[in-house]
């Protein structure tokens, strides 16, 4: 066989695959369906005919080949999280990473916590099959009270705990158009709890996922994976999917017991999106989930035996539905309007919980003269919470009502044309807690051509306190019957303050090659944990540890990613984070909880993956992560690897091997939570089947 006939091969294989010459990011062959350029191409390819496109590569020489531009189109990606407002990166003044499905297909995860650990900044730790601690810029823990996550637009933070529950949060991979990752502050638009950074889930529209498509597999960790969609048409101008999803968890490990933290959870869903003319888009969308997971716990009570081990299986179900209707009107103005209703039933083993949310958000944009951009918008929320008692943990009052309003305003002044740019804003909020909060930022953007951007910003955010921080009440033995400790919330508690200041600089210097670094200094005051009080014994037999604005701290760091299409068949992608933090309790406190703890986020993290194109219908991705030792966990390297065959234009084939460096790690141990019973995360493998029309 010649070189010609080898780089000719390779050149075929670009286009099937997805790096198109120029090589610009494109859905797999599996999701072709619905375009009849593409089935036509597929069909004369499937004959013996040969696409045109590739009768023009097959005729370039060697020295032609060398020549052809490869576009890694890192500054054109699109974003809308950074400003509520169609963009791109190189156009963003923040720190943003966008995952694109062609990432997630490649990288043979099948959790959005497993999709996040290739974005630079964001910490992902797993505790037990369904558990995981996630977070961007530091404090992590079970309860990562300073990241907000969203699915389209949806919140799905807890009030109650604080943080994101993702054992009760998921999507359907195969419908995700791109995930957002914000880093920094994004409170001036998404408000209170958007404090290190946002995760905006983004799937698509029903429109783009026509016909019927099935995932399946099953191995030796993940048991069984089963993905069902079909999508088809509603008259003229309307389109909707319905899907079905199914996954099955094994345990995990225990040095010296064994593991009781296996999951399996089914969720069904449907979209709807309708286009009655060319300025409107009203979309209706809804999900339903039923969880069940293995899982252990610390039960405290006042009577002997004073404390045991709770084993048993945690039910988790809800579901939501939401409704958006918006109008572009062309030249920077428009409107949208969004509501959605949620439930979720947590029956844990020591606070089962019921949460119900309505919210209701508006915005609209319009240009003012020729270099003012404005943006702004209002909202409210209600939630409703309800906890049960087990033993001696409770919430005082059991039931409470919580209420968020809010308004934003934010100004886009272009400086000079397609060049410089400022942004300022704030989020002006209300809410049951602490009352009246207000977020500002000013943001500066410089690119002096499409290539490259320079940009600093200055935020204010806020992290209001959760309910378990302002209601809990829990007993622990200490040394029973003589003393106790009484866990107690603090309705006095002001909201987290922090003021960040960032700086960037990204650029494309060729072609193939592109890259992005962010450098952060975060200040925070007011950080919530348990401040222990005197020990009273022995004129009382209860120490009481109330949570407490209990400390301040600074964070600071850099992110740098990169990505480099080596030839027309390899592209290399890499990032590197790198963290201090340094907490300083308030005199006279000792805190004792979590987000005091500075041991808890790596300050070190490396991601590389290599991806290649074997042949015209073979891929192998190898992805390769180290994380450093955090206060209770040894650092560790671990290694991903995805073998793929696309046997036919609509079915493929693919074999993934996790963790392949060590037969099991820990990687995080949260022991000031009795919620986060942590088991190791062993080596696996599983294989999976892809079929569309």
Known sequence: ?????????????????????????????????????????????????????????????????????????????????????????????????VITPEMIRRSGATTIPDVLRMAPGVEVARISSSKYAITIRGFNSYFSNKLLVQIDGRSIYSPLYGGVQ???????????????????????????????????????????????????????????????????????????????????????????????????????????????????????????????????????????????????????????ILARYSRDQGE???????????RDNRNTLIL??????????????????????????????????????????????QERDLNLSSCFVQDEITLREDELFFTVGSKFEHNTYTGFEYQPTGRLLWAPDPRRAVWGAISRAVRIPSRLSEELRQIRPIVPPVLFAQLRGNSALE????????????????????????????????????????????????????????????????????????????????????????VHPYPGVTPSYSDANEGFSPHNRLYVRSSWDLARDVELDVMVRYVDRLADVDKYIAMDARLAWQVTANLGMALVAQNLCDPGHIEFIDSSYDYAYSTGTPAGFYGVVTWNY
């Not at 013996?48 to 023009?56: I, K, M, S």
């Not at 490869?70 to 509520?84: K, L």
């Not at 964070?555 to 933090?581: A, H």
């Open 495 to 582: 909201a987290e303050d922090m003021m960040a200041y960032e700086m960037g600089y990204r650029a494309q210097p060729t072609d193939a090659f592109s890259w992005d670094v962010a450098a952060f200094f975060n200040k925070y005051e007011n950080v919530i944990a348990v401040n222990p009080g005197p020990n009273p014994f022995p004129f009382s037999s209860t120490w009481v540890f109330p949570f407490d604005n209990a400390a301040s701290a600074e964070t600071y760091g850099f992110e740098l990613t990169s990505t480099l299409q080596v030839n027309p068949w390899w592209r290399v992608t890499g990032c590197y984070s790198f963290l201090q933090i340094q």
């Open 166 to 320: 993702w054992d009760t949060h998921s999507v359907m991979l195969q419908d995700v158009e791109r995930i957002e990752v914000i880093r920094g502050p994004g409170a001036t638009v998404w408000g209170s709890n958007a404090v290190n950074g946002i995760i905006n889930i983004i799937t698509k529209s029903s429109k783009d996922t026509q016909g019927p498509l099935v995932f399946s597999g099953a191995g030796t960790e993940q048991r069984a994976v089963a993905n069902t969609r079909y999508g088809g048409r509603i008259g003229n101008n309307g389109y909707y999917r319905v899907y079905q999803t199914y996954m099955d968890w094994d345990h995990g490990f225990l040095a010296n017991a064994r593991a009781v933290d296996d999951w399996h959870r089914t969720q069904t869903g449907f979209r709807a999106d309708f286009n009655p003319n060319a300025c409107d888009t009203f979309t209706i969308q809804g999900d339903w989930y039923n969880s069940v997971c293995g899982d252990e716990t610390t039960l405290y009570s006042v009577t002997p035996p004073y404390s045991g081990e709770l084993t048993g299986d945690v039910g988790l179900d809800g579901g939501n």
């Open 1 to 97: 066989m010649s070189i010609r006939t080898v780089l000719s091969a390779a050149c075929a294989t670009c286009l099937v695959v997805g790096y198109s010459i120029p090589a610009v990011a494109q859905a797999p062959a599996t999701q072709a369906h619905g375009d009849p350029a593409a089935e036509q191409s597929d069909a004369d390819a499937a004959d013996g005919e040969t696409p045109a496109e590739l009768d023009d590569i097959l005729k370039l020489d060697i020295e032609q080949l060398g020549k052809v531009d490869i576009v890694v189109p890192s500054m054109d990606i699109e974003v809308t999280s950074v400003t509520r407002t169609e963009s791109t990166v190189g156009r963003s003044a923040a720190a943003v990473f």
């Open 332 to 342: 920077k103005r428009g409107w949208a309007i969004q509501s959605y209703f949620s």
């Open 352 to 397: 089962p919980d019921k949460l119900d949310m309505i919210d209701v958000d508006f915005q609209h944009q319009f240009p003012v003269g020729q270099q003012n951009a404005l943006i702004w918008g209002c909202g409210y929320r209600f939630n409703k919470s309800r906890t049960g008692t087990v033993g001696a943990t409770r919430c005082d009052p």
